[in-house]
Structure formats: structure tokens, C-alpha cells
């Protein structure tokens, strides 16, 4: 990828937009990463020679879009990942789903475990060998016909955490047709993180970054997303 959207920059931390279909860092597939993308404009804009430092603190699923921030120096990227691992980084998403769930606001916590074969994550017991904890906290924003428009604010980072749980619960993320199967609705993955919130690693300063999903396109365009972005 050439075009890199470039939300905030310093010395220390570098804050972009994930472009949705384009992996976080490097996959089997082979295809360019935003990691590499942003190593690439940091080594060119600044002329550094050799090998650049970029520290990947935390990754979206690839048909994910959204605000994502990269370290520029290996002790912002320990500082980062030690908010990470103590609940300070706050990441909220907006997705759409396929029905309404039931509870119009709540916390879901599964245990989840990943199938490496095909890459599928599942709802298990908690004492399946290898399970792990997901909690995340949803409310609904509005309904429109079929589907509803979810502000989603994640407590743990699984994988596919969201399209699981949510497709646990009957409610699929629209255009997941690997978790939500039928009951999913054809197109793009409706799933966006929207807003991403941490101190940062040198000044402590609180930091927060938004950045709203493609609006005029189909499912976000039926709903009022301006409006979300302000609650």
C-alpha cells in the first residue's frame, strides 16, 4: 500500500488509519502490511539508512478498519504494551449488525479458543485446554430495518473477538460470512475501529484519536454515524 493516512506523529509514536483488507503486520499471504508501510514513510521522510524500528503494539483483523498506532522507539513500544497488558489502552469500535440484540446495552464474556487449521475461533467451555477469556461491553445506538448500528468497547483483545461473540449472541456483524454464515448479509465487513485511547509512552499525556468509518458506504450509510461519534 502507497497511501498511508497519517493521524497524529512525534518522535515516539506514530497514529494511522487502517485502510480494511490490508493485514497489520506481515501474513502467509505475503501481501504488504501497514506495518511495512509506515516503516517504509518513516525511513524515506526521514532518510534513515539501514534497517527502521517500528513497534507494532497491537493488530486489527484485516477486513477491520481504523485508528492504529505504531511506536518509533523500542521504549515507546515497551510502554505501550505495558498499558496494553494493564487495561490503560482503550479501544472502542462501531460495527453493524444483523438483527438487534436482545439486551440493548451489556457485557458479554466467553471463553474462546482458536483453531489454527482454518483459522476459525470458537466459543468453548472455560475449562477447554487452551481457552481464553474475552470480555467486551456493546450498546445499541439504533435500529434500521433489519440491522442495528453497535458502539463496541473491548475488555480483551482475541482474535475475531467481536464477530464471535456477537454472532454467539444471534446477532452477526453485517458481512461476516464466516461467523454469522446465513444470517449474515452479503458486502464489506461492517466493523470499524472508531476511537483509540492511551497515555502516551514519554509525556503521560492523555491521548485519544478517532475516525469514522466510510460513511457513504453500504451498511454505514442507512445510519446516523456523525451522531455516534458524539455520544
Known amino acids: 500500500m502507497n497511501d498511508l493516512t497519517i493521524l497524529y506523529e512525534d518522535n515516539h509514536i506514530i497514529v494511522v488509519l487502517k485502510p480494511q483488507g490490508v493485514p497489520s ?11 511495512e508501510a509506515v516503516r517504509r514513510y518513516v525511513k524515506v521522510t526521514y532518510e534513515k539508512p539501514g534497517n527502521v524500528y517500528i513497534g507494532l503494539i497491537h493488530r486489527l483483523d484485516r477486513p477491520t478498519g481504523g485508528v492504529m498506532v505504531f511506536a518509533k522507539t523500542s521504549k515507546a513500544a515497551s510502554r505501550l504494551a505495558e498499558q496494553m497488558r494493564g487495561g490503560d489502552f482503550e479501544k472502542q469500535y462501531l460495527t453493524v449488525l444483523v438483527g438487534s440484540p436482545a439486551e440493548k446495552r451489556a457485557t458479554l464474556v466467553n471463553y474462546l479458543k482458536k483453531n489454527p487449521v482454518n483459522n476459525m475461533v470458537y466459543i468453548c467451555p472455560q475449562t477447554t485446554d487452551g481457552a481464553k477469556m474475552a470480555s467486551l461491553e456493546y450498546e445499541v445506538l439504533e435500529e434500521k430495518g433489519s440491522c442495528s448500528l453497535v458502539r463496541v468497547k473491548l475488555h480483551t483483545g482475541r482474535t475475531h473477538q467481536i464477530r464471535v461473540q456477537m454472532a454467539g ?16 448479509k452479503k458486502g464489506g465487513l461492517a466493523l470499524w475501529a472508531y476511537s483509540l485511547s ?3 509512552p514519554v509525556t503521560k499525556e492523555r491521548m485519544r484519536f478517532m475516525a469514522e468509518p466510510p460513511v457513504d458506504a453500504s451498511p454505514w450509510k442507512y445510519f446516523d454515524v456523525e451522531k455516534a461519534l458524539k455520544l
Open 25 to 35: 503486520c506481515g501474513d502467509e499471504s505475503g501481501d504488504d502490511s501497514l506495518l
Open 169 to 184: 449472541i444471534g446477532t452477526p456483524v453485517y458481512g461476516d460470512m464466516r461467523y454469522g454464515g446465513e444470517n449474515a
Open 198 to 200: 492511551f497515555t502516551h
